[in-house]
């Protein structure tokens, strides 16, 4: 596939979503960026919101790693249905009670300033790292695609990746994003029904036949029962159901798009469809995964060590040129609908949570909103080039594991003012937020030693959130602060 074809068709595809931009972002002001002035219809919402939870990351890494995990992610998957629950049910209705516009001033309310600050960093940091890592993987397809044979660094391309964004999405934030997300979860999906057909057809199978050969396949396992098993059912299940709570419920991005909804009601009927219909697209993913492994063994094909450089290895070398653009169409569209809202939430949060925001002007909120705006695209510009430094692991184990790391403190932090009724002392909570993390790390490292065997997968979210949680208690009194107030009875 030529170079001057693919960025023909990157070209294209931001000219789409340019002109949608354009129409979206007239007489826009501070409300419309940050929540589209609530008018978001729920049902657009839920669609845009598959290709934003899922990225470059799900599109790639989990067809890659069926080899070696099998259907097991989907143990993971099924998980994130309790944890929506969670969200639609306790969250939800909170978030809508107190009217918020940036989700981490509830720890402002419930336990004071070091509180909301600590949550509100946690997020800016796990986000960012998170949206990086994502982006990272989309400019290194597009780099062996497209750059390497032009002789553009990588850094150059991470520049125009992250510029291309940035065009789009200054202007009209949220209310962009909206339908922006939802045209590009269509054309990502539209890319894997498509390789699978294409690939079931190469393979001269139908559809009931291309089922029967991958549950007869090797890859189509999906519970695992040895409690030491990195795989093992309820670690991967529970996980699930946190890090749906954390990267959903606890995350600016994913709830500044429920936030958008008109009311609770509708709020909640697209978190419900959302999670029922995001189970049935990781399936084609995981179908697509084994079906590449099938495809390669019929044809002989040597497939490269790491899990993420199977598909595009397969899309740009053995498929024919037509499938080849749909695996850049389909990749290009599931990981800027993932990156352009992560970066306007980072901007939300940002001009929020610090910068004071409801004391400015509308002239001063414009013009540092595009300052902000601007500055994160640069950090994240930053670290993406570091990661393509130091990583050497899987970019979905990278992405989980920042997870547990990041959104530990904001479970702990969340799950204390929620279910209990006890003060804090608010200036020590920066150091339980440090402390847990390392902790943490600390008996991850040592859990096969210390735990007779037991090894931590996903789950370091959970025990992270349970340490920073131990020690709010241990900085607590039975005192309580204006809780009715809190919780926004």
Not at 255 to 282: D, H, T
């Amino acid at each position: 596939m030529s170079s001057t074809l693919i960025i023909s068709l990157i070209v294209g595809y931001f000219l789409i979503l340019i002109t949608i931009s354009w129409f979206t972002s007239k007489n826009t002001d501070s409300e419309t960026f940050f929540l589209a002035n609530r008018q978001s219809p729920w049902y657009i919402v839920a669609f845009g919101m598959i290709g934003t939870s899922l990225s470059g990351v799900t599109f790639v890494s989990i067809p890659g790693m069926v080899e070696k995990a099998q259907f097991s992610y989907l143990q993971l998957v099924l998980g994130y249905l309790l944890g929506y629950f969670v969200i639609a049910t306790v969250l939800m209705p909170l978030y809508y009670r107190l009217n918020l516009v940036s989700i981490y001033t509830y720890l402002e309310q419930r336990f004071g300033y070091w509180s909301y600050k600590t949550g509100a960093a946690f997020f800016m940091l796990s986000r960012t790292l998170g949206a990086s890592i994502r982006l990272f993987l989309v400019a290194g397809v597009l780099q062996l695609a497209v750059f390497d044979d032009l002789g553009v660094p990588f850094a150059i391309s991470v520049i125009i990746t992250i510029l291309l964004i940035w065009v789009y999405t200054f202007r009209g934030g949220m209310k962009t994003i909206i339908w922006t997300d939802t045209f590009q979860t269509t054309a990502m999906l539209i890319a894997v029904v498509t390789t699978i057909w294409l690939i079931s057809d190469e393979l001269n199978m139908g559809f009931q036949g291309m089922i029967d050969k991958v549950q007869a396949s090797q890859y189509s396992q999906v519970f695992f029962w040895d409690v030491k098993d990195s795989k093992y059912f309820l670690k991967q299940f529970f996980s699930g159901a946190f890090i749906a709570i954390v990267m959903t419920g606890l995350d600016q991005d994913m709830m500044q798009k429920n936030l958008s909804c008109k009311n609770i009601g509708e709020a909640q009927k697209n978190m419900f469809w959302f999670s029922i219909i995001l189970v049935f697209v990781n399936i084609l993913f995981l179908t697509l995964g084994a079906l590449l492994y099938i495809y390669a063994n019929s044809k002989g094909i040597t497939l490269p060590a790491k899990g993420d450089d199977v598909f595009p290895f397969l899309a740009l070398n053995h498929f024919t040129p037509f499938l080849g653009i749909v695996f850049i169409l389909g990749i290009i569209a599931i990981t800027y609908a993932s990156a352009d809202s992560a970066l306007t939430a980072l901007t939300t949060s940002f001009c929020v949570d610090f910068l004071n925001f409801s004391e400015r002007s509308e002239h001063e909120r414009v013009r540092l909103r595009y300052i902000v705006h601007f500055g994160v695209s640069v950090v994240m510009v930053l670290v993406i080039i570091a990661f393509d430094v130091l990583n050497s692991e899987s970019v979905i184990t990278a992405v989980f594991k920042v997870a547990g790391y990041t959104y530990g403190p904001l479970l702990g932090l969340y799950t204390f003012g929620l279910y209990t009724k006890r003060a804090i002392r608010d200036k020590f909570v920066p150091a339980i937020c440090i402390i847990a993390p390392i902790l943490t790390y600390i008996i991850s490292a040592n859990s096969v030693e210390w735990l007779y065997g037991y090894e931590f997968g996903f789950e370091v979210l959970i025990l992270n959130g349970f340490l920073t949680f131990a020690g709010l208690y241990a900085i607590s009194s039975g005192k309580t602060d204006d809780l009715e107030l809190a919780q926004g009875k």
